[in-house]
Every structure is written in structure tokens, then in C-alpha cells.
Antibody
Framework: EMQLLESGGGLVQPGGSLRLSCAASGFTFSSYDMSWVRQAPGKGLEWVSTISGSDNNTYYADSVKDRFTISRDSSKNTLFLQMNSLRAEDTAIYYC????????????WGQGTRVTVSS | QSALTQPASLSGSPGQSITISCTGTSSDVGSYNLVSWYQQHPGKAPKLMIYEVRKRPSGVSNRFSGSKSGNTASLTISGLQVEDEADYYCCSYAGSTTFRVFGGGTSLTVL
């Protein structure tokens, strides 16, 4: 059974850092692009970042570029999101998502981890 | 990265059909057949309903169908059921720079 389990969320002060992890199982992790998608309280979905499975190319939304870094450890089937210089507007549930094809669709979602940026 | 445009809310009665529109530009929806749709119930993770404009994942009811014309994609739900009440989001590939863009979401009420 496919499973994506996020961890690392919590409360952090503005300007602080946080590292999210996503443990994947039930599929060949290294073969697939993986993404992070977030949802601010009461708001819609926002694509954050994607890392390719084939060559580790990375892609970022303008809102997080130069502050967030996506990475993966295929030996441990784990996806990461390093978040620096956090702002109040980064407060959201962060979902780890498996891609169904390059630029195509998100076919499996984790349950999400909550990040709150507040003093 | 501007969001795709969806109606904020729609409603329908059980058994009816409804269509949710998703309007983008020639840089996203209009240029690629990579539009997907997601259903989200309150407090739950989103679920893929349609991908590549009109393909349905295994296990998704054939009451859900997708289409596209120009810069606008659509999700049609036929034979509305109470359990279809949820938020629906469209998403499109937008090229190698912008990459992905979501719609603002549509809250569907089944009266």
C-alpha cells in the first residue's frame, strides 16, 4: 500500500527555519517526481516545489524561491523541504505529494503537516 | 504566478449535473493537455479525480468527466450525490519556469 508520512511541522518564529520530511513507501520512490503543496488556513491549494526523480532537477513557486530547498534521499525513500526565512504567510498545511508524470498530476497525497509561523 | 480562475461556489440538487470551469491563459491551460482536478472534503487531503484533461484514475466514478476548450478546462459531475459535496481544485502545467498553477477552488454544495 502506498504511503506518504510527513513530519517536522510545528510553531516557528518569523525569520526562523524548519525542515519537513516525508517518508515514502509502497512504490519505487526514486522513479517518481515528488512535490510539496501547501494550503493556508481557509484558503486554496498552492504548489510549492517539485523535484524530479530522474535527474533531481528542482522547481519552485516564486513565493518560496531562494528561501525553500527541496531535496530527496532515495536510499531512505525520504523527501525533504528545508524552509528558511519563514514568514507569517508561510503558515499552512504542507502536503507531500507523489507526481503521476512530469508536470502532469499529483496522484497520491500525504495527510499533511501543519506549519505555523508566529511570534 | 496567477491562479487559474474558478467560480467560488456552485450548488446543485441530487441527480443533477453541474460543470465547474477553470480558466487560464495560453501559457498554461491553453498550451498543455496537463490539466488535473482534485476533490477535497473538509479536514482531508485532496484526491485526484481527473488528469490530463479527461482521464479518470482507477476507482473514480465515471460520473466525473473532464474536458477543455481553448484556455478553459471543465469538470462535469453528473448524477450529483450528497457525497460529492466538497471543494474542487483544478491545476495545470504552466511551462518549465512557472511549472504548476492551481485554481482558487470551487465549493460545491449538494442541496
Amino acid at each position: 500500500e502506498m504511503q506518504l508520512l510527513e513530519s517536522g511541522g510545528g510553531l516557528v518564529q518569523p525569520g526562523g527555519s524548519l525542515r519537513l520530511s516525508c517518508a515514502a513507501s509502497g512504490f519505487t520512490f526514486s522513479s517518481y517526481d515528488m512535490s510539496w503543496v501547501r494550503q493556508a488556513p481557509g484558503k486554496g491549494l498552492e504548489w510549492v516545489s517539485t523535484i524530479s526523480g530522474s535527474d533531481n532537477n528542482t522547481y519552485y513557486a516564486d513565493s518560496v524561491k531562494d528561501r525553500f530547498t527541496i531535496s530527496r534521499d532515495s536510499s531512505k525513500n525520504t523527501l525533504f523541504l528545508q524552509m528558511n526565512s519563514l514568514r507569517a504567510e508561510d503558515t499552512a498545511i504542507y502536503y507531500c505529494v507523489k507526481d503521476g508524470g512530469f508536470g502532469s498530476h499529483f496522484d497520491y497525497w500525504g495527510q499533511g503537516t501543519r506549519v505555523t509561523v508566529s511570534s | 504566478q496567477s491562479a487559474l480562475t474558478q467560480p467560488a461556489s456552485l450548488s446543485g440538487s441530487p441527480g443533477q449535473s453541474i460543470t465547474i470551469s477553470c480558466t487560464g491563459t495560453s501559457s498554461d491551460v491553453g498550451s498543455y493537455n496537463l490539466v488535473s482536478w482534485y476533490q477535497q472534503h473538509p479536514g482531508k487531503a485532496p484526491k485526484l479525480m481527473i488528469y490530463e484533461v479527461r482521464k479518470r484514475p482507477s476507482g473514480v466514478s465515471n460520473r466525473f468527466s473532464g474536458s477543455k476548450s481553448g484556455n478553459t478546462a471543465s469538470l462535469t459531475i453528473s448524477g450529483l450525490q450528497v457525497e460529492d459535496e466538497a471543494d474542487y481544485y483544478c491545476c495545470s502545467y504552466a511551462g518549465s519556469t512557472t511549472f504548476r498553477v492551481f485554481g482558487g477552488g470551487t465549493s460545491l454544495t449538494v442541496l
